[in-house]
């Protein structure tokens, strides 16, 4: 009797040197034209080596692994059920930068927008009742350096609350570094702290981008990065960097001297992150946006020069490189919210505003300019835990970004390592579920995809890649 074989639902997109498909278990192959068109016309039943190559990773009915594929599909979800583990507590909206993207809101005029050391306190309390063992509390702003009082005692009152819950908790304050000084500096590195301050590249371009009446905000966020830097043991290298940069339209002339700024000061790594049209950003996208496949030209560009750099024998990182990859070849989810599925709002991370509001995630806080509470869950004063996480707000998110969802998903190839972020649609299309096919969310997605898997395509790129599988959990 002759033996049937049939496909489970895949997708798939060319890249360089054949046509990717993939399924919903994350396995995935490059076919050349040949192997491609057998797929298509049934042929590969007569073909043994394709079929091998199809059985192996989940594609023919008939030869499923069962056990194996359902551990490779849990690796790829394994954070959708931990509960919360990003807490960010924005301790006030005053900033002394008038940065052209702030995503947060518009500086100045904000006196009254600085969070107590009471709210602060309700803000870890809820932290602390999520499930996840493992959490991070960060500070942001504005410029969370203005409101250092409370945040020096939330530290304080984080690690000593920990002693009796004996999370794995991280506490990371994110500043541009103006306000920085030796003691302030002095007690975040001694109780663990540490500093995420925003690099957009060299000093023209730094400053084009963050404007700061104070000077040059390169030059003070560079020397208290060096200072960081040269606290770290043993000469190794961050790879998942203290810096984080954000590409605007001036940005895209320049990858290769951006990603040189962050190798020279001793970075290990850079995220090359697009701008998103969320708060301020989006009332001045005509003059600091740009289309998605500029972004996806510019980002190209960064990755090829990254990895020269590693083929002479130096470790530097992409992080959206490293993200896909473990992705890809290891079946694990490395926690990077804006690409899971569900995505990461109420599920995954908490924000809790100065006046003690808490929302699905940042860029929901900074939904309308902060003057939008669609993405509102409560507030630390009125609501449990349990409230805030089965809010509508949180529903909606996990319904907007779960893929499954999303019918322009379902059999798209690179559905079993992308996200979607409700706030994004929301913002520029108003509705939480959007239209992913004409959205720039799904176009940039895309452009990074396609260039990290035709890196991964070629043997020495991959090499170099799979070395960066060890990026930290974030």
């Known amino acids: 009797m002759k033996k049937t074989m049939s ?5 798939f997109a060319p890249v360089t040197g054949g046509v990717l498909v993939s399924n919903d278990f994350g396995g995935w192959l490059v076919l050349d034209g040949r192997e491609f068109r057998s797929l298509k016309d049934g042929s590969f039943a007569r073909k ?13 009915k008939e030869r499923l692994d069962f056990e194996s594929l359902g551990q490779d599909m849990g690796g790829l979800h394994r954070h959708s059920f931990g509960g919360p583990s990003l807490h960010i507590l924005v301790v006030t909206l005053k900033c002394n930068h008038a940065c052209v993207y702030c995503r947060a809101v518009k500086a100045g005029g904000f006196e009254k927008a600085v969070m ?6 309700k803000s870890i309390d809820m932290a602390f009742s999520s499930p996840n063992k493992n959490i991070v509390i960060e500070f942001q702003g504005g410029e969370a350096l203005i409101n250092w009082p409370v945040v020096r005692n939330a530290i304080l009152y984080a690690r000593k609350k920990n002693t009796a819950y004996d999370k794995n908790l991280e506490i990371s304050v994110v500043t541009n570094l103006s306000l920085m000084d030796e003691e302030k500096f002095s007690f975040l590195t001694g109780h663990g702290a540490g500093v995420c301050a925003s690099l957009d590249g060299p000093a023209f371009l730094h400053d084009a981008n963050r404007r700061y009446a104070g000077g040059s905000s390169h030059e003070k966020t560079l020397y208290w990065l060096k200072k960081a830097l040269s606290l770290k043991h043993g000469g190794e290298k961050d790879s998942l960097p203290s810096a984080l940069m954000t590409a605007t339209k001036l940005s895209l002339k320049y990858p290769e001297e951006i990603v040189e700024t962050y190798r020279k000061i001793g970075l290990g790594g850079i995220f ?16 600091i946006g740009y289309k998605s496949e500029e972004f996806g030209s510019f980002y190209r560009s960064a990755l090829e020069h990254i990895l020269r750099l590693n083929r002479r024998g130096e470790r530097f990182v992409e992080r959206n490189a490293a993200i896909v990859a473990r992705k890809a070849l290891k079946k694990e989810d490395p926690n990077f919210l804006d690409l899971r599925s569900p995505c990461g709002g109420a599920i995954g991370q908490l924000a ?12 929901g806080r900074m939904a309308g300019f902060g003057r939008d509470d669609f993405f509102r869950l409560g507030s630390v004063y009125k609501n449990s835990y349990q409230e805030i996480i089965s809010a509508p707000a949180a529903r909606v998110c996990a319904l907007a970004s779960c893929l499954e969802n999303q019918s322009a998903c379902s059999r798209c190839a690179w559905k079993p390592f992308c996200g979607v972020c409700p706030v994004y649609n929301y913002e520029t299309q108003g509705s939480p579920w959007g239209d992913i096919v004409t959205g720039d969310w799904c176009k940039i997605q895309k452009g990074i995809f396609s260039a990290v898997f035709d890196a991964l395509s070629k043997p020495s790129s991959r090499k170099i890649i799979e070395g960066w599988l060890d990026t930290t959990d974030r």
């Open 352 to 363: 809790y505003n100065w006046d003690g509001g808490v929302y699905t995630c940042d860029e």
């Open 7 to 11: 496909l489970m639902p895949f997708g």
């Open 272 to 287: 090359l992150r697009p701008l998103s049209p969320i708060g301020f950003a989006r009332s001045v996208w005509g003059d």
């Open 48 to 60: 043994k080596g394709l079929c091998a190559k199809l059985a192996r990773r989940g594609f023919i």
């Open 116 to 121: 107590s050391l009471e709210t602060a306190k």
